[in-house]
């Protein structure tokens, strides 16, 4: 497998999917025993759903923050923690997952682009999210101090846009001109949710080269120019070369 070299003319978008995160035990969404498979996408993780019956999506984020509190970041957030601190401003992580593990991992230059488990907002003010670890299996919906109303887990939901500061952040990162070579790193993601699976698109009209490291094939494997199969815990430990 030829190397991906990181050097002083590398820029570095790395999206990160469910599949990173599985190498921690996380469940991913789609294929065996996904997320989605036991739980139906609309019931819990749209704004339809929540307005249906909130209880039972605090009842399943609830179920997702106790799982997410219990594990630990694995051989691939850390070697995305190296890259970051070789590559400095030159780097960016656009990670669509919400388990917070990144952070945990110690990456600093990331972009939650579907929002944070740990992080809850107003359903019904416009007040700032704040972190939040509480859980509330009984299904309790928390009530806004502010408000009055109902709080809500600040996750991009099925059928909600993503915040635009993240997108111009990481727009501005693919069309930055500075003399750097673009490259464009997926790994562990299906490929299947947008606007995360067109960003490979956006990075080959800004010439750059792609890679996905992936345990399968993806929906959009054909996009990128390098093709790495295998377990991202594995693969991304001994994939770049430093220089
Ligand atoms: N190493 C590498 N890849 C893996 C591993 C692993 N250990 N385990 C699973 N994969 C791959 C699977 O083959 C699959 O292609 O990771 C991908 C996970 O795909 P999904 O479960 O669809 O997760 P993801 O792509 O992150 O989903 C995107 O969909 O439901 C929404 O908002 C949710 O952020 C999520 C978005
Ligand atoms: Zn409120």
Redesign the pocket.
Known sequence: MEPLVLDSRTRLLVL?????S??SGVP????MN???ENHP?EAV?SPEGFQADPALVWRFYSQRRSGASSVMPNP?HEALVRWEQHLGDRFLLAT???DGLHSRAGSQRVVD??GNLFRTKCADCRREPFDDTSVHPSGTVPKCDHCGGRLRPD????GEMLAPSDLTRIGEFITRKNGTRLVFLA???????WP??GLVDEVRAARGDTWL???????NTERFHHFVQ??????LPTLAKLV
Request: proline share 0%; no cysteine; hydrophobic share 50%.
């Open positions: 990160t999917g469910a599949g990173v599985a190498e991913t969404f789609r294929g996904g997320l989605w996408v993780a691939g669509q997952n919400v682009m579907h996750i991009v939901w099925f790994a562990g993601t299906s490929g299947a949710v995360a699976a490291i992936n345990f399968e094939s993806a929906a295998g377990r991202s815990g594995e693969v």
